[in-house]
């Protein structure tokens, strides 16, 4: 089991940037696939970006891409989201998850919420315009 907490939400202004981390402590970290979901007031929640075990692979909603960018470090068994050009529209908590899917599961459906299976509890990112 793998428990996740978020951090490095806040309120900022449309153009700022901000990045979030996602710490990982329990089970070898290397070992999971990560990702970047977010959830705005009266949406569904959504994804956001996703990482393979090893970096190698990363992926991102076309709402996203060109602006946030998903990394990890095993070492510090640390996920992060470094988001860029924010605008209004990214308001919302942002949540990270783990999944322990096998490698070729997981490229086919690393958008899916039922492909993980630990969530954080979620930060909180407010973007005023």
């Known amino acids: 089991q793998v428990q996740l907490a978020e951090s490095g939400g806040g309120l900022v202004q449309a153009g700022d940037s901000l990045r979030l981390s996602c710490a990982a402590s329990?089970?070898?970290?290397?070992?999971?696939?990560m990702g970047w979901f977010r959830q705005a007031p009266g949406k569904e929640r959504e994804f956001v970006a996703a990482v393979s075990n090893s970096g190698a692979r990363t992926y991102y909603a076309d709402s996203v891409k060109g602006r946030l960018t998903i990394s990890r470090d095993n070492a510090k068994s640390t996920v992060y989201l470094q988001m860029n050009s924010l605008e209004f529209e990214d308001t919302a908590v942002y949540y990270c998850?783990?999944?322990?899917?096998?490698?070729?599961?997981?490229?086919?459906?690393?958008?899916?919420?039922?492909?993980?299976?630990?969530w954080g509890q979620g930060t909180q990112v407010t973007v005023s315009s």
């Open positions: 998850a783990a999944s322990s899917t096998t490698i070729f599961a997981y490229l086919r459906n690393y958008r899916l919420m039922g492909s993980y299976h630990y």
């Open positions: 329990g089970r070898t970290f290397s070992s999971y696939h």
